[in-house]
Structures are given as structure tokens and as C-alpha cells.
């Protein structure tokens, strides 16, 4: 709705400023080569492109502006050593012969800590596995599930643009058979001016 509203009201702010800037200086009549009967359409033809331009420019900018100030964005993605993993594809994780599997969680922070007050990032334990942290960080704990306190991440800084990893150890209950489940990141508080994005990761018991 915004954008279309933009696309009809443009034109017009570039008519007004190029009828303007024309009547005002035409830098085309400093030429001699140039015709007085086309000064005006060569003129109005070029400051309309460039008021374009600039308007575009200027549009861009707020929009930036606002969408730094309001929202914050958040990636998460799940993966496991030695795999290239992104948003767009889903991590496999098998336990080896000892009953073990790791995660490897890239968080990936652009936003205003204000936004993140109080919101944790948490991956529910699955029915089959233990859960824990493989090192100590003062941001993290596992109550059964693990959490991440996004807010720490940010430290003494009211913004910051971050990238963070975080490793799971997962320990395989027992089983009758082949199980799996999906586990994903989520967040414990939704909130609007957080824009969040993650993949997922699927956890099996079948032996590597």
C-alpha cells in the first residue's frame, strides 16, 4: 500500500521540482549550440531525471533509517561441524557409536538492544537426548532446554552487529529403533520489532 502510494506521489514531487529548478536555471541556455525553441524540453527532460534520482536516493535513506531504529534482525542457523550449512537448507544430525552428536549454532545479531530485552533464544530438548552446553559462556544455561540470553550478547553496547557461535552436546537416551525428530531455535517472547529467520535441524539415532 506505502510502496504504491510512493510510486503515484513520485512523479509528481519530480514534476514540481523539475518545472522549478527549469524556470529557475536552466543550465542549458549557458550552451550555444542548443536551441532556444528546445531549452525548456531538454532541460525539464534531464532535471526530472535527476529529481528522480535523488528522490529515490533520499527515499532510500529514511526507509533505512526507520528500519534501524524500529526493527531489529536476527539469524539463526543450526548446523553441524564440517557442513556448510544456511537459512535455506536443514542440518542432519546423527549420533556417533558413543551415543553423542553436536550442534553448531550461528546466532547473527543486527538491532538495538532495547529490542531484545528479556527475549531468549531456545532449542527444546528432544524426547530422546540430553541436552547440554559444550563450554561455560555466562549468556547461556540448559534447564533441560537450551537458552540463550540475546540480550547478553550485546554487552555495554545499546546496538551492535554481531556474528556468535554456539555449540550443543547432545547425549542419545535410550531407544527401541530408528527415531528422529526436528528441533529449531525459537524465540521465548515474540516480538514485532524483531525480524527472525532460522532453519532447522534433524536429529536422528541411526548410528553414523
Not at 503515484?8 to 550555444?32: K, R
Not at 532556444?36 to 532535471?47: A, G, K, Q, R, S
Not at 547461556?140 to 546496538?159: K, Q, T, W
Not at 556468535?164 to 531407544?175: K, P, T, Y
Amino acid at each position: 500500500m506505502v510502496k504504491g502510494i510512493w510510486k503515484l506521489v513520485t512523479p509528481i514531487i519530480s514534476a514540481i521540482i523539475g518545472i522549478y529548478a527549469t524556470n529557475t536555471f536552466n543550465v542549458f541556455a549557458l550552451l550555444p549550440f542548443v536551441p532556444d525553441e528546445h531549452l525548456f524540453d531538454i532541460c525539464i527532460t534531464v532535471y526530472f531525471a535527476i529529481a528522480d534520482i535523488i528522490i529515490e536516493l533520499i527515499a532510500e535513506l529514511i526507509t533505512k533509517s526507520v528500519k534501524n531504529f524500529f526493527t531489529s534482525e536476527l539469524e539463526v542457523i543450526m548446523g553441524v561441524p564440517g557442513a556448510n550449512t544456511n537459512l535455506t537448507s536443514n542440518a542432519i544430525m546423527t549420533f556417533n557409536s558413543q551415543s553423542l552428536a553436536e550442534a553448531i549454532i550461528k546466532v547473527n545479531i543486527r538491532g538495538r538492544k532495547k529490542h531484545f530485552k528479556g527475549v531468549e533464544l531456545v532449542i527444546k530438548k528432544p524426547a530422546f537426548a540430553e541436552m547440554q552446553a559444550v563450554s561455560s559462556r555466562r549468556e547461556v544455561y540448559v534447564d533441560d532446554d537450551y537458552h540463550v540470553n540475546l540480550e547478553a550478547l550485546f554487552g555495554n553496547g545499546d546496538r551492535i552487529e554481531s556474528k556468535q557461535e554456539f555449540r550443543i552436546a547432545l547425549i542419545q537416551d535410550a531407544v527401541d529403533g530408528n527415531t528422529e525428530a526436528t528441533i529449531y531455535p525459537e524465540l521465548s517472547i515474540k516480538k514485532c520489532n524483531i525480524i527472525f529467520k532460522r532453519n532447522s535441524a534433524k536429529l536422528r539415532t541411526g548410528r553414523e
